[in-house]
């Protein structure tokens, strides 16, 4: 399937958007779109740095599981780290158990799904650029790169 006319179904994020359209429209969508997106992590990002509380990466849980997951449990407290306890959680929440998990919920509903409409797709970080086409993620960039998001800077370097 030609990446740009992948439709997206944005009904099931919004209940007044009620059509499918193109990922590429969704995208710039001023109801949903990047910006607006944006516009949620601005306030997120400030309320963060300003209260002092931690930011927690997918990307870092992907990387290295063990050392973000152990970060995770120091902020919450928790000052005996078991390795075997965060093993068996890196395990427990691994790509390939997750989705099987979720093959295994929608087999027993009679509902399989396609590939594309999981949660959990394909345990790639940054797949998203084979979803889009390169104007989608060039766009995505620029607006990015104006919203100027201190936390979220890491995600432009990615991409030059």
Excluded: C
């Excluded at 005996?80 to 093959?103: H, N, P, T, Y």
């Excluded at 970080?125 to 989608?136: H, I, P």
Aim: charged share 30%.
């Amino acid at each position: 399937m030609d990446k740009n006319k992948g439709v997206f179904g944005a009904h099931r994020l919004k209940p007044r958007l009620t059509t499918d359209i193109e990922i590429g429209e969704f995208i710039r969508s001023d109801y949903l779109g990047i910006r607006h997106l944006l516009g949620y992590f601005s306030g997120w990002a400030r309320w963060a740095k300003e209260s002092g509380a931690p930011v927690f990466f997918y990307e870092d849980f992907v990387s290295k599981p063990h050392q973000t997951l152990g970060r995770l449990l120091s902020t919450l407290g928790v000052s005996e780290l078991i390795d075997e306890f965060v093993d068996k959680a890196v395990e427990a929440g691994s790509f390939s158990r997750l989705q099987s998990a979720e093959r295994d919920a929608q087999s027993g509903r009679g509902k399989p799904t396609a590939p594309s409409a999981r949660r959990i797709r394909r345990g790639k970080v940054g797949g998203f650029v084979d979803e889009v086409s390169a104007d989608d993620v060039d766009f995505m960039t620029r607006v990015m790169a104006r919203a100027d998001i201190p936390v979220l800077r890491r995600y432009l370097k990615q991409t030059d």
